[in-house]
DNA sequence: CACCACCCCTGGACGC
DNA sequence: TGCGTCCAGGGGTGGT
């Protein structure tokens, strides 16, 4: 469910509460969402019967270090020791943070701060990931290589070449991080219905005007949902537990059947690379080059 | 390269 | 109340 809004909101609360603060002591209570490039395949997947993790693998999760910067790119979140240390963050899509006290289920990893407070990674589906690198120049290397470029800089240029040569439904496209980072099935429908783009559009016949008010769309949605806190869809929440608010400005996603609020004709649902697709088949229309 | 089925998981909604 | 079933949909993998 985190797509580019809610990972930044968590990027701006946690840069916010963390820095310049010591990690006393990291704890991984599920081995299983905690990586590290060095294993074998872990800069890919996740270890999943790996040993415990040895001592000096504590220090690449921060332990003992000082948060100097939190970074994103796309859904993904690094956070960077003054060591240089920098842990990667992959919230999948019920993954979430929380500074409360409060109990909670499904914590995987948790940082304990110079200042008695504890930041709790906690993912109930466990989808996600916590990846330990030596550097962010390693993380950026093995993680962030083979990602496109980031949704909220992206530009009618960016996009064209994201888009190049693809017959892929436009829809397809977007939620392709290879080519797009940060864009999810809420943004997807969202953008394209802002820029009266049909979701099967094969992505290569978009014409520049349209690729142009697709980016300046998808930026500015973005953008919107940030300002709002991200989408809060049944128990995501920010890190102190408040809710984002932009669920409310949603005009396609999860809204099949009802009335279009441009035209007031009922929304159409399909299956697109097996998501969920909503959209307007009279505001959104085939283009032609 | 593109598409698909399948898998990793749990919780909430819904029908009976 | 409780049980079975479906759905949510990020993303890796392997097959066609």
Known sequence: MPELPEVESYRLALEAELLSHRVNAVRILTRFVVAFPADP??????????????????????????????????????????????????????????????????????????DGRTLRFIDPRRFGLVAGHE??????????SRLGPDALAITPKLLAVACAGSARPIKSLLLDQSRVAGIGNIYADEALFAARVHPLEP???????????????????????????????????????TAGS????????????????????????LRVSGRATVFCRSCQLHHEK
């Open 41 to 114: 395949v872990a800069g890919i997947v996740r270890s999943r019967t790996d040993a415990p993790p040895a001592r000096a693998r504590f220090a690449l999760l921060l332990k003992g270090d000082t948060v100097t910067s939190i970074l994103r790119h796309g859904k993904q979140l690094a956070i960077i020791g003054r060591s240089g240390a920098a842990v990667a963050i992959h919230l999948g899509m019920t993954g979430r943070f929380s500074l409360d006290a409060a109990p909670a289920t499904h914590v995987h990893v948790t940082w304990h701060l110079d």
């Open 135 to 144: 550097s962010f120049d390693d993380l950026r290397t093995k993680r962030w």
């Open 203 to 241: 992505a290569h016949n978009l014409a520049p005007d349209t690729l142009e008010l697709l980016a300046l769309q998808l930026r500015a949605i973005l953008t919107a949902a940030i300002d709002a806190g991200g989408s809060t869809i049944r128990d995501h929440r920010m890190l102190v537990g």
């Open 246 to 269: 932009y669920q409310n400005h949603h005009r396609v996603y999860a809204r099949a059947g009802q009335p279009c609020n441009t035209c007031h004709q009922l929304l159409v649902g």
